[in-house]
């Protein structure tokens, strides 16, 4: 077992001993050299996707302009002042 460290120790240094902790290593924290907690690393958890369409494919948006040819022949017209159709 590692050196405990006294309680005063861990309050005084906690941000110190989390560092430590996340970087793997377990700290015991106790009264007279005795443990009576741990400060120790969690288990890595998987990464999650954070996002509504992390998972989903990419649009190709010219299959949807494509769909609809009078709206294609607006956005490809030569009068583009011309009143979008409805």
């Known amino acids: 077992m590692d050196k405990v ?9 906690l941000s110190k001993y989390i560092k430590k902790a996340q970087a793997g290593q377990t700290i015991y924290v106790g009264a007279y050299g005795t ?3 741990v400060i120790a690393p ?7 996707n954070i ?8 649009i190709n948006y010219d299959d949807i302009i494509e769909s609809d040819p009078e709206i294609n ?6 009068n583009p002042d011309e009143t979008p159709p409805r």
């Not at 996002?51 to 990419?58: E, I, R, S």
């Open 5 to 13: 460290i006294s309680i005063y120790e861990a309050k005084t240094n």
């Open 35 to 37: 443990p009576q907690a």
């Open 42 to 48: 969690l288990p890595v958890r998987k990464k999650i």
């Open 51 to 58: 996002g509504v369409w992390a998972h989903k494919k990419q």
């Open 73 to 78: 022949d607006w956005l490809e017209g030569e």
